[in-house]
């Protein structure tokens, strides 16, 4: 519950608050107060709500009415549809611009790949977003926030989605200016190409993805602009909403197993803390298992959980062991290095966060390589659906889960595409090329030896007869 005194300074933010989520803190904050962490001890902070004050549905299936309503902006938000399970704003703060509108695709030809049964696996593809990835979840939600704390400026550091995403909402909405930090050489030009295309004020360091982490936090609480990084509990809030779609799109049915790249851990937090809610609101009577998956390059959650076993521990979580990995990084100069640019990530902000929800959702980690990856991707884009190589890890993932006996063949399972195809097409170009250069360059760099999945274009001359004996040759 709040303290008085911070009830007594809220409004209508009385239903919702921030909550310290180490239980042995606890610290409350009321919702309309801009914070990353808790001010007692340093920990993450959750969006909490007076759940028995609020009009929860009773049923899951309540939410299908909602699209009767699709002329109202707030219900054809594909997250603010959702509302009620997340309800810190009132509705004329809310912003929109139409995100959400994602599918969930049950796909064989992937399914065959990963070692599926029929009608078994499913593809959440959250590229279809305004632009092209999951975040526009979160920055839907963050951005709200800002609003109702009337930010003038917002900011974000990025390996290229979250800035893209920023800018997106930035200009649409003419609310606020958009501040994007970058590491160098570390942005694909397809999601660089949005953050210019859109105005933002692009600044770009010498250093990773991490450093650009570290620079942002410090440059947004000197100069009192809004931080939009995961690590804002607010933009964790929206991203819960992917698994309220998963669960509508198989008719309120929970699947067996949800699988997710890992990279800063926001979706991984974010959607145990939806299976939590839902658990704790009687909505679902069982929750799917959770599978992060790292690429090889970038594998902290992996090493930390799989290898030296640190758990969430009903909150008490055992330091000792992230001190000593993130010091021998420290020593060793240890670099995140994938062609997964969107989950290039050493050190993940959300890691205790993301440590709750595998400990609520029985969950597992693993990683892949960048071969693992991008063949997965050609297998994805073959069906019909093309992503970027992060987003093509979870396939990669299931695969391995499938293969270790993890995962049977019967389960369902739903892999999230965080990405659309279009934001690192010089990696998919590079797989399918015939340029041996262009690939050892792109490619071979990263261990990538081989393009098992590849359709590479055919060379003919300019003759009519050529080119239709090619044709009828290859087709």
Request: glycine share 8%.
């Amino acid at each position: 519950m709040l303290r008085q005194a911070e009830k007594h300074n809220a409004s209508r933010t009385d239903l919702a608050y921030q909550r310290c989520i180490n239980p042995a803190c606890g610290a409350t904050y009321e919702a309309h107060s801009i914070r990353t962490s808790c001010d007692r001890c340093g920990d993450l902070l959750d969006i909490a709500y007076e759940w028995d004050r609020l009009a929860v549905p009773k049923r899951l299936n309540e939410f299908e009415a909602m699209w009767s309503q699709r002329t109202n902006p707030i219900r054809f938000s594909g997250v603010w549809r959702f509302h009620e399970l997340l309800p810190f704003a009132p509705q004329d703060k809310i912003v929109t611009v139409g995100e959400g509108q994602t599918l969930l695709q049950q796909t064989d030809a992937v399914g065959s790949f990963v070692g599926m049964d029929n009608g078994k696996l499913h593809l959440q593809y959250e590229g279809m977003n305004p632009s092209g990835s999951f975040k526009d979840n979160g920055m839907c939600a963050a951005f709200t926030h800002a609003r109702m704390m009337d930010a003038k400026r917002a900011a974000c550091a990025s390996t290229g989605n979250t800035s893209a995403s920023l800018a997106l909402y930035c200009s649409a909405t003419r609310l606020m200016k958009a501040v994007i930090f970058i590491g160098s050489g570390k942005i694909s030009y397809g999601k660089l190409s949005q953050a210019l295309d859109y105005g933002a004020l692009t600044v770009q360091i010498a250093g990773d993805f991490d450093d650009a982490m570290l620079r942002v936090q410090q440059v947004a609480k000197q100069l009192g602009i809004y931080l939009v990084n995961s690590v804002n509990p607010f933009r964790l809030e929206g991203q819960k909403t992917v698994m309220y779609r998963v669960l509508e799109a198989l008719q309120w049915e929970v699947p067996d197993w949800i699988v997710v790249p890992g990279g800063n851990l926001g979706n991984s937090s974010a959607f145990g803390k939806a299976f939590i809610e839902l658990k704790q609101h009687g909505l679902i009577d069982r929750v799917p298992r959770l599978a992060v998956i790292n690429a090889g390059g970038a594998d902290t959650a992996y090493e930390l959980y799989e290898r030296r076993g640190v758990r969430w521990n009903g909150g008490n979580i055992n330091m000792d062991p992230i001190r000593e990995y993130n010091d021998k990084m420290d020593r060793e100069g240890l670099k995140a290095d994938t062609i997964a640019s969107a989950i290039e990530i050493n050190r993940p902000v959300n890691l205790k966060k993301c440590l709750r929800a595998l400990d609520f959702m029985d969950g597992v980690v693993r990683q892949v390589n960048d071969q693992e990856i991008l063949d997965a991707k050609a297998k994805v884009g073959a069906g019909g659906f093309g992503c970027e190589p992060a987003s093509a890890a979870s396939v990669a993932g299931a695969k391995l889960l499938r293969r270790e006996g993890v995962i049977a063949p019967s389960d369902r399972v739903v892999c999230i595409l965080t990405g659309h195809e279009l934001k690192d097409p010089t990696a998919t170009v590079a797989y399918h090329t015939t340029d041996q250069d262009l690939f050892n360059k792109v490619l071979g760099s990263r261990g990538v030896t081989k393009a098992s999945f590849a359709n590479r274009a055919i060379a003919v001359p300019n003759e009519l007869d050529d080119i239709i004996k090619a044709i009828q040759l290859y087709s």
